[in-house]
């Protein structure tokens, strides 16, 4: 059946049919109003101006077509590639599910092999980049220090080099070139993220093995061996793998569409995770645990935010009009470790501002809970991560989403990214 917009423009009294596929409608059929029929007509040319959208923020705009994530927010659901996210949280590690996403299928032991045998050998650093983590102070902000060991990483690679020097398209088009730089970027990511946590914590580095996963090795580099870890985050990163079109991938499309190596548009989602209301609310949710100290004063606390109409950092996510699916799935996790997370202090007063805010009825009428993002963070705790390394292994967890996302783009035709703007003449003084 034929689904449209039967529009009529009430400045020229002219009708128009905007097709609808899928509850969309294409920008370009709305700029074909206003458009005059006589192309003669000079003056009649410079006056109508096709009809452009105004949505600030993007909060009703579509940016790409995208076969990797759906969220459905008003029933709750993920899938990925189909697959929902329940079945390959139970039934898989994240080393499959970023196959899954990256890739668009399961992948067999020789895949693993292969990806673990390019990433492997991607995360020995040059000297270079070990000088440049190792000469900031130890306690520095982990933020600057990530996109210092990315840009160093991408100064040394003969590849990502060549993309600003060529003026055809590097990866765009040639999957083959793109799956290997796709893949060295994830590892010097983590080969970052690892220096950075030996660095801060005044320990030696331990060189990879390309017989780990990507979070195998990680550990590996920081020198964490306690199984439970990577038993953890094997089920965690899961969750976070991809979560459609947000900021931080917007941000790596954007950069991704004047044909920049991935290194630089991961470096650009990166530097959108560490914003206050993207990622680095995490941030400011542990700084109000500190603050409030102990379990017992956090109802005051509460009262406090709700009297003076502040915000709870953590609580809330304008995707799901019903709850996160992720949630339950943590939830599993968080009983599986009560032990750890019941010995926290920290977490005593997290999980005391989760018990009031799920009785409240200010939390409860406008649907406030705790998001799958903050949660998540409550297991890395548990399994003794300081609060400043939180973000930057949740935005290492969620680069092979954005990266996929990247890669789909190098199959769709070459679009450099330009919003328009509507222009608002100054106030005469």
């Given at each position: ?123 020995n650093p040059p000297q270079s980049v070990k000088d440049v983590i190792s000469s900031f102070p130890r306690d520095a902000e982990t933020f600057p ?285």
């Open positions: 059946m034929d689904h449209h917009l039967q529009v009529t423009d009430s400045r020229t009294g002219k009708s128009y049919k905007i097709p609808i596929q899928g509850n969309y409608i294409r920008a370009a059929d709305i700029g074909r109003i206003g458009a005059p029929e006589d192309k003669e007509d000079i003056a009649s040319l410079k006056a109508a101006r096709p009809l452009q959208i105004l949505d600030n923020g993007f909060q009703h705009t579509a940016c790409m077509e995208s076969s990797i994530t759906h969220i459905d927010g008003l029933r709750g659901t993920i899938r990925y590639r189909e697959f929902p996210i329940e079945s390959v949280f139970h039934q898989y590690v994240y080393e499959d599910v970023m196959h899954l996403i990256i890739w668009g299928s399961i992948p067999t032991q020789q895949q693993k092999d292969h990806v673990r045998e390019v990433m492997g050998q991607a995360m220090m990530i996109l210092a060991g990315m840009s160093a990483f991408a100064s040394t690679d003969s590849v990502i080099c060549k993309t600003r020097h060529q003026q055809s398209a590097m990866f765009h088009g040639h999957l083959d070139t793109a799956d290997e730089a796709l893949a060295r970027t994830i590892a010097y990511l983590a080969t970052t993220i690892s220096l950075i946590y030996c660095h801060k914590n005044n320990q030696p580095w331990t060189p990879p093995s390309v017989s780990r996963s990507l979070l195998g090795n990680l550990l590996h580099m920081m020198g964490i061996t306690d199984p439970r870890v990577e038993s953890c985050l094997a089920k965690l990163w899961i969750l976070y793998a991809d979560h459609e079109m947000t900021n931080s991938t917007a941000a790596v499309l954007h950069a991704g569409s004047t044909l920049i190596d991935p290194v630089s548009a991961v470096t650009a989602g990166i530097i959108c995770g560490y914003g206050p209301l993207h990622g680095g609310a995490i941030d400011l949710a542990y700084e109000a645990f500190r603050h409030i100290g102990t379990a017992e004063r956090v109802p005051p606390f509460i009262e406090r935010i709700k009297a003076k109409g502040g915000r709870l950092f953590g609580y809330g996510h304008r995707v799901y009009k019903t709850r996160d699916p992720r949630v339950a799935l943590i939830e599993e996790l968080l009983e599986e470790h009560r032990d750890a997370v019941e010995a926290n202090p920290l977490l005593r007063v997290a999980m005391a501002i989760d018990r009031y805010a799920n009785q409240d009825p200010y939390f409860v009428e406008r649907g406030l809970k705790a998001n799958a993002d903050l949660m998540g963070c409550f297991l890395y705790t548990a399994m003794g991560f300081d609060t400043d390394m939180i973000i930057a292994i949740t935005i290492l967890s969620r680069t092979p989403g954005a990266l996929a996302h990247w890669r789909e783009s190098l199959t769709q035709p070459v679009k450099l990214w330009r919003p328009q703007q509507k222009y608002n003449p100054p106030l005469a003084n």
